[in-house]
DNA sequence: GGAATAGGTGGACGTCGCGTCCAGTTATAA
DNA sequence: TTATAACTGGACGCGACGTCCACCTATTCC
């Protein structure tokens, strides 16, 4: 699936991790989960995992990747409101809201792998900024953009979701609370 | 300075903790920075450490604290426009970037000690959390208010604040940046 | 089909930071 | 001065990390 140089014995063996980490990452919290233990679930050797994945981040990430790609095609050739053709506002409203569904359902990866400063650096992260960068330029709004962008992905935050989720808010409640944002912002 | 009934020595060895804490976090990344570290550079076993914080968080926190005291006491009471008395959207804007400041001066003791979801715990968020929401109400934004306070206060995350200094954005295109969106979402 | 080889495997091992524990010490009260 | 409570500090056990390397096995080339 990744590469096609791969031996077959070590493409079923990354298979194995990464079904094994999936399970063990919906059973338990993120930073309970070490490597070993992934190891161990995969009937692998510790440094058959780390040839491949020097972290569980870099696990947690692996797995996140369908999910988001599936989303970045969405927002690139997709319909709109998601896709092109909406007014800005709507299109960050959904897009915020296709976030927040994304963290309802896989949040657990999302907390494992993206969490803290790590969440600058990934491949998604890349993606988002250049598309509310590209929301922000259609909405005419020049003035601070080049921090905006960030700002603007700021409440996308793993951990943030995480924590309001805890606090009683629904996920109706919090995707509202972003259209709001968003609708103000891109006024 | 904390408690009355301490001891003269547990006070000196208190105070000797802090500095050399202090410097410590001044001088290197804060996960650098092990509690053996800051035992030794205290002149000052384990245990000693131990007994008073929990974790290098817990010290990190503790440093910070008269910092964000400092800034509490402005909003509640100083002048406006970040005290009370000017209209909503300017003191958010102006509290945003105080708390800029705040992290301009003192980043490195909050990403020691506030970091990911920690910093939903702690008593300065709980305090942020109540002036954002007073200001929301001031404004007549009632819809999505709950999950809104939260979401105002994720750009002021210790990480993304250090993520985009690095990423070559000044103090100042930061905090213009928040300026706009405070003055938007409070219309 | 059989060697050669590149790549894959797994677990033993060294290292490091954490946090505890407790025997000895010192301030404070009686 | 003695009794007591609090404080001190370093030795220690633990658990996770990540490396290393001797041993396999799929693949390639003749």
């Not at 603007?152 to 989720?165: G, S």
């Not at 609370?177 to 006024?187: F, H, M, P, S, W």
């Given at each position: 699936?990744?590469?096609?140089?791969?031996?077959?014995?070590?493409?079923?063996?990354?298979?194995?991790?990464?079904?094994?980490?999936?399970?063990?990452?919906?059973?338990?919290?993120?930073?309970?989960?070490?490597?070993?233990?992934?190891?161990?679930?995969?009937?692998?050797?510790?440094?058959?995992?780390?040839?491949?994945?020097?972290?569980?981040?870099?696990?947690?990430?692996?797995?996140?990747?369908?999910?988001?790609?599936?989303?970045?095609?969405?927002?690139?050739?997709?319909?709109?409101?998601?896709?092109?053709?909406?007014?800005?506002?709507?299109?960050?409203?959904?897009?915020?809201?296709?976030?927040?569904?994304?963290?309802?359902?896989?949040?657990?990866?999302?907390?494992?792998?993206?969490?803290?400063?790590?969440?600058?650096?990934?491949?998604?992260?890349?993606?988002?900024?250049?598309?509310?960068?590209?929301?922000?330029?259609?909405?005419?709004?020049a003035e601070g953009r080049a921090a905006l962008?960030?700002?603007?992905?700021?409440?996308?935050?793993?951990?943030?979701?995480?924590?309001?989720?805890d606090a009683g808010l629904s996920s109706r409640?919090?995707?509202?609370?972003?259209?709001?944002?968003?609708?103000?912002?891109?006024?």
């Open positions: 699936m990744r590469e096609q140089g791969e031996r077959a014995d070590a493409a079923k063996n990354r298979a194995r991790v990464l079904a094994a980490a999936a399970e063990l990452f919906r059973d338990r919290p993120a930073e309970t989960v070490t490597m070993e233990d992934i190891a161990r679930a995969a009937g692998v050797g510790k440094g058959t995992l780390y040839r491949r994945y020097p972290s569980r981040e870099a696990i947690a990430v692996a797995l996140l990747d369908d999910h988001e790609r599936a989303l970045q095609e969405q927002l690139i050739a997709g319909p709109p409101p998601l896709g092109p053709g909406a007014p800005p506002a709507e299109r960050l409203a959904t897009f915020y809201r296709a976030v927040t569904d994304l963290l309802e359902q896989h949040g657990h990866l999302a907390l494992a792998g993206e969490t803290g400063a790590r969440r600058f650096g990934t491949g998604a992260y890349g993606f988002w900024r250049a598309h509310v960068g590209s929301l922000l330029t259609a909405a005419g709004i962008v960030d700002l603007l992905l700021a409440p996308l935050a793993p951990e943030l979701y995480r924590y309001q989720r409640q919090i995707a509202d609370g972003l259209t709001v944002l968003a609708e103000r912002v891109l006024a």
